[in-house]
């Protein structure tokens, strides 16, 4: 280990060029070795004084592995990934005598996040290497949150590694980015409002529609309710004009026996006609 630290030391302090990456969150980079005429016996990948396991078989599972050479995919970035990396390679040279080769990364990773007016904002990106958050939403570098001294704002607050936003507004919206002590971009977040307007919409519009299909059916019921209606109120009228009619005949008077005949007429041919129409 001892070893392992002072060859880390070393080599963060030697000329050798840095190559730097950037990835997606989620996304998969490669830190390229371009090493490939020579005999390559093994490679170690460290970043921040720890060895990261580099699986180097030809199926693998996990998140880092070899691939061709000596290339090495990192799988589903996350922030934590950002940093510095240093890859070892240990090779045969044409006299069969074993070398090895020293190559220095830089992975930058990048995020986009969209959010809702009166939400909460999380980043999980102070990580144990971060140094400094800058926002830029207007041309300026602002910087937001600081090693030692915390968040520049009542409205932030910084927790477990999180920078949060407890209630987002438009002036939040902007890009932030996270640097190191060396002041090199470890992640950059772009964050945006969500806008809802095309599925708000598309809801009014679902709305209108069922609000147009209630409508019909009740008008459609009311209409039957009222032909119904009216057929029983005039079937009641006419049955109650005729008992009045019949008890003016039982009082023995002619014309209530005239007008009993020409009604009772009537209603046979106002029930034909009910039939026809039926």
Avoid at 119 to 137: F, P, R
Avoid at 142 to 151: L, S
């Amino acid at each position: 280990m001892l070893n392992l630290l002072l060859l880390l030391c070393l080599v963060y302090h030697s000329g050798t060029a840095t190559i730097h990456v950037t990835g997606k969150k989620g996304n998969s980079i490669t830190l390229p070795c371009d090493f490939e005429d020579r005999e390559i016996l093994v490679i170690s990948l460290n970043s921040l004084s720890k060895n990261i396991p580099v699986c180097q078989e030809k199926n693998c599972s996990g998140r880092v592995f070899k691939e061709g050479s000596c290339d090495v995919i990192i799988k589903d970035l996350i922030f934590s990934d950002a940093g510095k990396y240093i890859l070892i390679v240990f090779y045969n040279n044409d006299q069969r005598e074993v070398k090895r080769r020293i190559l220095k990364y830089h992975l930058h990773i990048q995020d986009e996040i969209s959010v809702k007016r009166g939400e909460e904002l999380k980043m999980d990106v102070l990580l144990i290497n971060a140094d400094k958050v800058e926002k830029n939403s207007s041309g300026e570098w602002t910087e937001v949150w600081t090693r030692g001294h915390g968040v520049s704002s009542d409205r932030l607050n910084d927790r477990d590694g999180n920078l949060t936003i407890n209630v987002f507004t438009v002036n939040d919206t902007g890009t932030y980015r996270v640097l190191d002590s060396e002041g090199e971009i470890l992640i950059t977040v772009t964050v945006t409002e969500s806008n809802n307007t095309d599925e708000d919409k598309t809801d009014s519009e679902h709305h209108t529609v069922d609000y147009w299909i209630l409508a019909f059916g009740l008008t459609v019921i009311l209409v039957l309710t009222a032909v119904v209606l009216h057929k029983h109120l005039l079937r009641d009228y006419i049955q109650r004009v005729i008992r009045r009619r019949k008890e003016g005949l039982r009082s023995g008077d002619p014309e209530a026996l005239k007008v009993y005949e020409d009604l009772c007429r009537g209603s046979v041919k106002h029930d034909q006609t009910l039939q026809d129409t039926q």
